[in-house]
């Protein structure tokens, strides 16, 4: 068995910012940190906007109490105010020790860090590198951490987390190259293992987004929060859905419809195409439900809407947005100069997660807490996203509170033991775990089982969703739960076999799948970028409360906990 005092699953931006954090405080801890994917190939390297803070270089009146008001009304007010303040306040600092660690931000003229409008945000406070803020951020941690010793693991694949008695004991892990089982106790586990967009069929997300950590949270009994708020980002590059970033509207981008219309005059006519992505998104389904969508041949009633540059001229497009120029180019031959680009909305970020307190300790109900186990990151649920996320909000909630449960482990594990555990027993569970995987005597392929589960989530549980759609979908998703033991591996290898890697994400895209659609059930009202047709209303006389929802195979248990409202009075939100 391996032991380390700290064990950090996932290597992107929030696990990266973690273990810097406990390795700056204290440099005899034994950090491990853990990524299915090599660290600088997580999905935080595709992030392309920006990250916010109001640093005030280019709109002076900006403040963190603005950052904050725009972040709780973009969340629909089911933001947790508390976390919000604490993300917007400490947002300028952890910018300046990220400069000082390397990064590269853009530049105004005069050397300070340049800063972009964004969706939902008063002021022009998204700092950036051109359109690539993600892989600028994430080389420079990950740098960091060699520098420091961090024991990284690369390419290992974890299948369980062992909780017993209220306490994190350890996690089991897969070698990929070499087929490898091993245990690995620890003092305190860290979960950052990011989003799940790959439940569904058209998503921004990369391949590696399967929920994973979500999965196995849920199946160790603990509760996940708000997991049926779902963002679609309006700008998914049609037909593929990988992001168009939001930085392309705050450069000045239109959405036009079929007839040439700036149609968002309608839907947000103060923000136009910088309202928030649940309006955005909405306002984009429904210029295609009313036959304003395009065509590929350009006629009306096609499914997508245009995206269009061709304003901002060629020098502004190439240096300010141009990956997103390469992008349209790369993948469908538009030459964004020229042409405008086809785009619909793309399902992009997981607002809801592991539920945790402001130093990232996971909660076990509203009011108790699992000992030794703390969660970071897009699979984390600190509430500051609520009901809706701002862009540029998500990197700021990886470093922030990235820094902050680094700090919170750093102290949680001074003078603590190993927790007492015999894991040689959940070894071998996982290894008959794997063995029957690998010799199931099935007739279906994990591609035709995974396209058929994210066909059915997408098809009931779009930007917008009723009860006739969500319950039909979980009949579905519940019958292909089913289908799970009638899968087949080609590959019974032991090196590098991704099948029965893609077969144990499955796992996790069914148990994400069901606790989505049940949460969303249990929600008769729309808020954010919940949209329910047939309770299109916000209704916070009975749903301003936060969803925890306990899974159990075909009966997940829905409980609530109450937001936390200190600061803003929840309003109707217009823009
Ligand atoms: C295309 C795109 C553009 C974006 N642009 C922006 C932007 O401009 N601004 C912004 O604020 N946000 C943006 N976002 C959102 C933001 O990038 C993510 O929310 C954030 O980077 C998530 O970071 P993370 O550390 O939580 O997880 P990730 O970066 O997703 O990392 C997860 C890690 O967990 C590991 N892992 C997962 N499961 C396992 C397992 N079973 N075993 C071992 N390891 C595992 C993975 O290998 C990976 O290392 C964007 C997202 C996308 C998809």
Redesign the pocket.
Known sequence: MIKHDIVI???????CRAALEIKRQDASLDVAL????H?I????????????ASLKNVDTEDSWEAHAFDTVKGSDYLADQDAVELLTKEAPDVIIDLEHLGVLFSRLPDGRIAQRPFGGHSYSRACYAADK??HAILHELVNNLRHYGVHIYDE????QLVLEEGEAKGII?YQIRTGKLEAICAKAVLF????Y?RVFNTT???Y???G??LG?AAVAGIPLEDMEFVQFHPTGLYPVG??V???VRGEGAYLINSQGERFMSHYAPSRMELAPRDITSRAIGLEIRAGRGINLDGSAGGSFVYLDVRHLGETQIKSRIPFAWEEAHRLLGIDAVTQPIPVRPTV??CMGGIPVTTDGQVRQTADTLIERFFA????SCVSVHGANRL??????E?VVYGRRVGLSIAQYVQGKDYPKVDLTHYLKQSENRLGALLQQKGTIRINVLRQAVQDCMSESCGVFRSESTLEAGLTQLQLLKEKYQELYLDDQGTCWNTELIEALEMQNILIVGEIILTSAIKRQESRGSHSREDYPLRNDPDFLKHTLAYYKNKSTNIDYMPVVINRFTPQERKY
Do not use: F
Request: hydrophobic share 35%; with cysteine.
């Open positions: 699953v996932g290597g992107g931006l929030a696990g853990i990524a299915k994917t660290p190939r997580s999905h935080s390297v595709a992030a392309q906007g920006g990250i916010a803020t993600g290992w694949y974890v299948l892990v950052a293992t990011g989003g967009g921004s997300n990369d590696a987004s399967t994973d950590g196995m990988v992001l970033s939001e930085a992009h970020y970071a990151g897009e699979c862009g540029s909000n998500s990197l700021l990886c």
